[in-house]
């Protein structure tokens, strides 16, 4: 195939955008009362607002002839049959079947994957549930009370990001921790609050060779094996989740205490497997296959849903018309709800390490821009730092706004009073980024205040906003299970349709591996007592001034 910049649909498209790049929002919602109409799509308690977009009827129709022009619906259909779309490392990206409610057959090599799936699914509800009822015990017979999920990147910050964004669902008996960080004030600082004879570790990893996590996991052993005196109690307080049963067992932790998951899971899209063991056991396994449910939901919405009502497929082509024909490079994830704090860093690694890629299918260097910058912060407090930079900035940031409509907690004047002042700032940002505020509005709004001409004409243009700021809204119900696990999805098939159209492939990541290789050639320089040469000079000196002066 021609790359996708040098095909017609893209062209066409290049032409219309030189057509239309200047017109201003705020006239297309004057001569269009139908805008929100025809630019939304409404699925179950989910409405995608995609009218404060820079785009016409006819945008979305060219992006879509880009989309099919991409052969999209035959990627789409590798996704789900378990084709090897992962070539670079052999493998499918199955993920869709850890969460098939419906159970009907994914064949993978030619066998069903399903009966394993849900054969650690099982596990995973007897071991949850055992743990919450108290029959599994510490070492000491004391019930587990803190549990530490340690695991790096996909191993982490999927069931971090779920477990603080539904804590409303997650028992008060257990505190969930997660560690990832090497510096050892992580796992220094978690082991503080934690009682070695009511802790369990997770330790979360696919392969259980990366550095990070296996520092973290034999300092939490030696940590308790400090207290408990007694290898066996290994046992009681560590299970492996992984693909290497060896390495595993070579650690220490039992045959019966490791919970599979299968090369088929990459790791950013592992939470809906046995690596979401820790959501689990703080929510129940009910509200675990709920999230899961939710997920199944949007992976039907994204197979059956025609291009122009498929709520994936419509933020990856907006996304898309940014990126490459407007050229903003960078894209705001800004959640209003403080549950969903860590939605932005979980999302950053979810995109950026899918399709921050320079290299095509084809092993050819791309000459279009891939994936976006991404970033974000909760509402409000992203008001009160980076706006300003969306508001008025030389850059131009199309951002999503994501909001529940209730929340869960009823506090201030008539239970809502917080709530509807978050409400309030949600709505009010999206409107006035697109409105923006005109030169006349801004200087008539300073008369109002009875200043003088020269301070007004000085002022004027500093109150000006030119609006014409791209912002989607996502509005949902509540921040339960099942909604979260659709808001997960409909990322995650974004993603994918991105990688699709830009030729790319989303499931590896080999910046990953990449520094994983470096760290361990540094680390022996660190430990050498002759002075390190052999690297650039910069190198060579950071390492000879650490090694004086550690
Ligand atoms: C995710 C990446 C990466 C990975 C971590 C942890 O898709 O592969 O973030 O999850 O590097 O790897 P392990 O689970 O193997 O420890």
């Given amino acids: 195939m021609a790359t996708i910049n040098k095909s017609s649909s893209w062209k066409i498209l290049n032409t219309h955008f030189e057509k239309t790049k200047s017109i201003h929002m705020r006239d297309l919602f004057s001569k269009d009362m139908n805008r929100f109409k025809n630019f939304h799509i409404q699925y179950e308690d989910f409405l995608v607002d995609f009218s404060k977009n820079r785009i016409t009827d006819e945008t979305l129709n060219l992006l879509i002839n880009l989309a099919k022009e991409a052969k999209f619906e035959n990627w ?31 064949l993978f090599n030619g066998k069903d994957i399903m009966p394993n799936v849900n054969k650690v699914l099982n596990q995973m509800k007897e071991f949850s549930e055992n743990v919450r009822k108290g029959k599994i015990k510490g070492y000491t017979g004391k019930k587990i009370k803190s549990i530490v999920n340690i695991g790096i990147g996909g191993s982490d910050l999927g069931p971090a990001m779920i477990c603080k964004a ?8 257990i505190t969930p921790y997660f560690v990832s960080n090497v510096d050892g004030a ?3 600082q978690t082991l503080d609050t934690c009682d070695p004879e009511s802790t369990l570790f997770i330790v979360a ?28 109690a290994i046992k009681n307080h560590f299970v492996a989740i992984s693909t290497n049963q060896i390495a595993v067992e070579k650690f220490g932790i039992n045959k019966e205490n490791i919970f599979e998951f299968w090369d ?13 063991l820790s959501i689990c056991i703080y929510i129940g396994m009910e509200n675990f296959k709920e999230l899961l449910e939710g ?7 994204f197979k059956e849903a025609p291009l122009n009502k498929n709520i994936p497929v419509i933020l990856a082509l907006l996304g898309l018309w940014y990126i ?16 969903l704090s860590l939605f932005p860093s979980y999302l950053q690694q979810a995109d950026m390490e899918s399709n921050g890629k320079f290299i095509d299918r084809d092993g050819k260097k791309i000459s279009y821009h891939t994936g976006p910058i991404l970033w974000g912060e909760s509402g409000t407090n992203g008001q009160h730092a980076f706006y300003q930079l969306i508001h008025q900035g030389t850059e131009v940031v199309p951002s999503d706004f994501i909001m529940p409509i209730h929340s869960h907690y009823s506090i201030g004047k008539n239970g809502n009073e917080h709530h509807k002042i978050l409400i309030a700032n949600f709505i009010a940002q999206t409107q006035s980024l697109m409105m923006g505020k005109t030169n006349k509005e801004a200087s008539l709004e300073l008369k109002k205040q009875n200043l003088n001409q020269e301070t007004i004409k000085q002022l004027t243009p500093h109150k000006t906003f030119e609006g014409n700021r791209p912002s989607t809204s996502i509005l949902f119900n509540k921040l339960d299970p099942k909604s979260l696990g659709r808001l997960i999805a409909i990322y995650e098939h974004k993603i994918f349709t991105q990688g699709v159209i830009w030729n790319i492939n989303s499931f590896d990541q080999w910046g990953v591996e990449y520094g994983k290789q470096i760290a361990k050639l540094v680390l022996p320089k660190l430990i050498e007592p002759i002075e390190t040469s052999g690297f650039d000079s910069s190198t060579n000196n950071l390492i000879n001034y650490t090694k004086k002066n550690i």
Wanted: hydrophobic letters at 35%; glycine letters at 6%; charged letters at 25%.
């Fill in 264 to 276: 088929w899971v990459g790791g950013r899209y592992s939470l809906w497997s046995a690596i979401g």
């Fill in 295 to 301: 997920a199944h939901d949007i992976d039907n919405h």
């Fill in 205 to 232: 990893s696919k392969t259980f060779t990366t550095q990070e996590t296996m520092t973290n996991a034999y300092s939490a052993r030696t940590w308790l094996l400090k207290y408990l005196k007694d290898q066996e």
């Fill in 166 to 173: 539904l804590k409303p669902y997650g028992t008060n008996e």
């Fill in 324 to 339: 490459n024909f407007f050229k903003f490079n960078t894209h705001a994830v800004l959640p209003y709800d403080q549950g």
């Fill in 186 to 188: 992580d796992i220094a």
């Fill in 76 to 106: 789409r259909d590798r996704l789900f049959a378990g084709d090897k779309i992962n070539f670079t490392e052999n493998r499918s990206a199955l993920h869709i079947a850890l969460r098939n409610r419906s159970n009907n057959p994914i």
